[in-house]
């Protein structure tokens, strides 16, 4: 029996795509007893195969064509996911943040291949394989494997005489991370990169792997790994208290962000490296104190650092949690010994099928299922993700798949959407904008907001042209600098930021009020200028406004010629948000005079 390639390899992506935790879980789960089985992987992998193979055919296939063809594979599925843009919503000033970390993934007794890494234990003798993993960090918490570097007994090589178990493996990992960095850049050689690691990067040869490969880098920054360095940045930080943001987040946690720029240091190799430093310190409602510092290259200020310590400094944790952890406790069985012959091939279907569940997981289509469940996310729809593993094992193999599922040309329509409102550091909203008035001429938009504290920053989508006429904003308007508001217009840019100060007490009442950066004529408190002051009583009051949280919804009220408003952070008014077709009703007026 001759099978196709493309058949074998969606059955070795079946095997971890339904968790089945050994290969010989082939034979048992996927053989005859399920009778959609084999239609079902002849309609995936679009082929005509009249038997089912296998799991010793499985390994047959995957000692003949070696790993390589499988990370190729996934270098292309990556490259797909950034063409079409379905990661760009966790860049971090324009780059792709890639989170690198060392990991064990096979342990033996007897020695395996002449890579094992040797590890003793008091009399016995463990063989090791050990990999270095890049995986970017996706919205909704995604981390994508992007890059892999299997770490051998090469790398221990030149080790000092005496060095602990700990001090090898860092040495391992270093001389890894530039094998790594140059065949990441050699695959992706145009794509924005920042890398994220820990403290053991913190040194003068990982500065320079990111200098050789033209990548940004912050890297975890402790008392331990650079201490001279250490010192000077608690007595620059001293000198410059003026720079600091503090935020205190709605679970009553009080978080300062600090930082000094230029920090300068000298490697034992002479070079000259000059950086930026960053500290943030969490105060608990118990008086529990946490600090983490980061060192970076990326651009950070007032504006900035609060994404660069969130997105790029914090989020590194989700390589540990979202990949390594999930990978090797939810059924993927990241050290098992698939294979003692073509054990890396394995390891590269696992990443891809990871791939793979994390986008139906966190997609919008399991997504809009469990909302209408009333559950926030799949993973509460379904309880957990051995569950959803199991859901998709049982309709493999009982239920016939629709033909139209099979449609590639209308496959080539769809887009990848993941939902941002996980992504660390954001909190997300949606209002829906209803016309009013004889102006109007009916329709309505759904604009999606993102909000970071403690800045309130804004991106608005804009949905379909409004069909009623709203002010225009002005030629270079792009980046409007406003707290909480927002201005619609039939002819908007397709995106508008908005960037602010933080609200002060009476602003959070209301989503107007002036702000320290506003230019020109003073706004009023509903955020019009005061030249259009006089004129408010004509286009109806100020929609209502409600806080801001993962389900928020905003209905906001428009005639001819207002301007749309919403507030991340502002308080909820005291009567509920209602209004009649000419406006809101008299008890959803605001607090403020501005009415």
């Not at 003949?64 to 966790?90: E, F, H, N, Y």
């Not at 005489?161 to 991370?177: M, N, T």
């Not at 279907?349 to 997981?361: D, G, S």
């Not at 009982?398 to 599922?405: G, H, K, L, T």
Request: charged share 20%; hydrophobic share 35%; glycine share 10%.
């Amino acid at each position: 029996m001759i099978y196709h390639k493309r058949f074998l390899l969606w059955w070795g992506l079946s095997l971890f795509l339904c968790k089945l935790t050994s290969r010989r879980q082939l034979d048992y789960q996927l053989n005859t007893d399920g009778p959609e089985v084999l239609n079902n992987l002849n309609r995936w992998a679009g082929t005509a195969q009249q038997s089912r193979p296998v799991n010793q055919t499985l390994e047959y296939f995957l000692e003949r064509i070696g790993s390589t063809p499988i990370a190729d594979l996934r270098r292309q599925m990556v490259q797909r996911l950034i063409r079409m843009k379905a990661l760009d919503g966790a860049r971090l000033q324009g780059r792709f943040v890639v989170l690198i970390d060392g990991s064990g993934y096979l342990v033996f007794h007897s020695r395996h291949c002449e890579d094992c890494l040797r590890q003793r234990h008091g009399e016995t003798t463990h063989y090791m394989h050990q990999v270095l993993e890049a995986k970017v960090l996706g919205p909704a918490g995604t981390v994508v494997s992007i890059a892999s570097e299997f770490i051998d007994n090469r790398d221990a090589q030149g080790a000092p005489a005496g060095a602990s178990q700990e001090q090898v493996k860092q040495d391992c990992e270093l001389k890894a991370l530039r094998r790594l960095a140059a065949g990441l850049r050699g695959e992706f050689p145009q794509v924005r990169i920042c890398l994220s690691g820990d403290g053991l990067y913190a040194c003068g040869e990982g500065f320079q792997v990111a200098k050789d490969y033209k990548c940004d880098y912050i890297y975890t920054f402790q008392p331990g790994r650079l201490p001279a360095l250490w010192q000077d940045f608690q007595g620059l930080l001293q000198l410059c208290p003026d720079q600091q943001v503090v935020w205190t987040t709605p679970q009553g946690i009080r978080q300062v962000y600090r930082w000094v720029n230029g920090l300068e240091y000298t490697d034992s190799a002479g070079r000259a490296w000059t950086f930026n430093a960053i500290m943030c310190t969490e105060i608990k409602a118990d008086g529990k104190q946490t600090e983490w510092s980061w060192v970076t290259s990326l651009e950070v200020s007032r504006k900035t650092v609060v994404d660069v310590a969130t997105k790029g400094g914090r989020a590194r944790w989700r390589e540990e949690n979202e990949g390594f952890n999930t990978q090797k406790n939810s059924g993927l069985n990241l050290e098992h010994a698939y294979s003692h012959t073509c054990w890396a091939a394995y390891y590269f279907l696992l990443q891809i099928a990871h791939l793979l569940l994390q986008l139906v997981e966190k997609g919008n289509l399991l997504r809009h299922l469990a909302q209408e469940q009333g559950k926030r996310t799949a993973l509460e729809l379904f309880g957990s993700l051995k569950n959803l593993a199991q859901r998709l094992l049982d309709s493999l193999r009982y239920r016939r798949w629709p033909e139209e599922v099979f449609d590639r040309t209308a496959a080539r329509a769809i887009q990848i959407r993941l939902d941002s409102s996980e992504t660390p550091g954001w909190r997300v909203g949606v209002f829906q904008v209803r016309p009013g008035g004889s102006g109007s001429g009916g329709g309505g938009t759904r604009i999606r907001l993102r909000a970071r504290p403690p800045y309130g920053r804004f991106h608005l989508a804009m949905g379909p042209r409004l069909p009623f006429g709203l002010p225009a904003p002005r030629p270079r308007s792009r980046f409007l600098r406003a707290a909480s508001i927002g201005t619609l217009s039939p002819r908007s840019i397709p995106r508008v930021s908005l960037l602010g100060a933080p609200q002060r007490p009476r602003d959070q009442a209301h989503p107007g009020g002036p702000r320290p950066e506003w230019t020109g004529s003073p706004p009023s408190a509903c955020g019009r200028a005061g030249p259009r002051r006089s004129s408010l009583s004509r286009y109806g009051r100020c929609p209502p406004i409600s806080p801001a949280t993962s389900a928020t919804r905003w209905n906001a009220w428009l005639r001819s010629s207002w301007s749309g408003t919403a507030a991340a952070n502002a308080p909820p008014l005291s009567s509920t948000p209602s209004g009649t077709r000419n406006g809101p009703s008299e008890s959803t007026r605001c607090s403020l005079d501005c009415c």
